[in-house]
T-cell receptor, first 113, second 114 residues
Framework: NAGVTQTPKFQVLKTGQSMTLQCAQDMNHEYMSWYRQDPGMGLRLIHY???????DQGEVPNGYNVSRSTTEDFPLRLLSAAPSQTSVYFC????????????FGEGSWLTVV | GDSVTQMEGPVTLSEEAFLTINCTYT??????LFWYVQYPGEGLQLLLKATKADDKGSNKGFEATYRKETTSFHLEKGSVQVSDSAVYFCALSTLPGSARQLTFGSGTQLTVLP
């Protein structure tokens, strides 16, 4: 009963470094997305995917890349980390069999110094 | 664009007190409305939802009614418990029949004291 699994849970990066946040779901959901959560701002959509091979930008896509080579996985890449990307990142998925309810992972806490 | 405005926190209540967290929205069309809860160190969990006007969502003693005339979806609970301490997010989705892309409010931190 894994649901949506994110790794790593905590990460500290130096400015300019790159890294990938991993996200996997085992519910065969077609829709996956990444949000970032910042104090006083709720969650904002970064990128999303409606199925394997298809991705699109959300509200705050700059500085991030995504790919969707399989239904299960939706990694988020930070190309050159900046302090403004210090945030908590949540991966989410949904599908028709979930009543289109979105299920969230437990979050990845990223600090860029 | 779509937006959600939530009552600012933090909110501190004593156990068994009545809870209201206000939420109003601006959206084109007829959105679906949601309340999510985030317990410390965890991800967001769906608490309740309503998909059309006058629907009432309910779960774990929490309720919220979709009020189209006032564009509101206020969260209420008659008697809070210490275990209800969490951050509560109001959210909406305007994609028909789907909750795929959510617009969130800023969240309200609730602390319940014994």
């Amino acid at each position: 009963n894994a649901g949506v699994t994110q790794t790593p849970k905590f990460q500290v990066l130096k400015t300019g470094q790159s890294m990938t946040l991993q996200c996997a779901q085992d519910m065969n959901h077609e829709y996956m997305s990444w949000y970032r959560q910042d104090p006083g701002m709720g969650l904002r959509l970064i990128h999303y995917s409606v199925g394997a091979g298809i991705t699109d930008q959300g509200e705050v896509p700059n500085g991030y890349n995504v790919s969707r080579s399989t239904t299960e996985d939706f990694p988020l890449r930070l190309l050159s980390a900046a302090p403004s990307q210090t945030s908590v990142y949540f991966c989410a998925s949904s599908g028709p069999d979930s009543g289109n309810t979105i299920y969230f992972g437990e979050g990845s806490w990223l600090t860029v110094v | 664009g779509d937006s959600v405005t939530q009552m600012e926190g933090p909110v501190t209540l004593s156990e068994e007190a009545f809870l209201t967290i206000n939420c109003t929205y601006t959206a084109t069309g007829y959105p679906s409305l949601f309340w999510y809860v985030q317990y410390p160190g965890e991800g967001l969990q769906l608490l309740l939802k309503a998909t059309k006007a006058d629907d009432k969502g309910s779960n774990k003693g929490f309720e919220a009614t979709y009020r189209k005339e006032t564009t509101s979806f206020h969260l209420e609970k008659g008697s809070v418990q210490v275990s209800d301490s969490a951050v509560y997010f109001c959210a909406l989705s305007t994609l028909p029949g789907s909750a795929r892309q959510l617009t969130f409010g800023s969240g309200t931190q609730l602390t319940v004291l014994p």
